[in-house]
């Protein structure tokens, strides 16, 4: 479980500059917790570091994760 503790701060850092901030922790600290604490790197793209992240996909199948 501890490896989860480090989804808030990535996803702090991947939402910081969100419109939706709210939304955006919620959906990125599912994300990392389903990605075994991988998060891309910087506010936007880089989602090939974490392949599990990126192919994540909404209900309406779209990408879930911010």
Known sequence: ???F???GGKCNVRCSKAS???LCIKDCNICCQKCN???P????GHRDECPC???MKNSKG???CP
């Open 5 to 7: 503790a480090a989804c």
């Open 41 to 44: 790197s910087g506010t936007f």
């Open 53 to 55: 992240y990126r192919d």
């Open 37 to 39: 604490g991988c998060v």
């Open 20 to 22: 939706q901030h709210d």
């Open 62 to 64: 779209g990408p879930k």
């Open 1 to 3: 479980m501890h490896e």
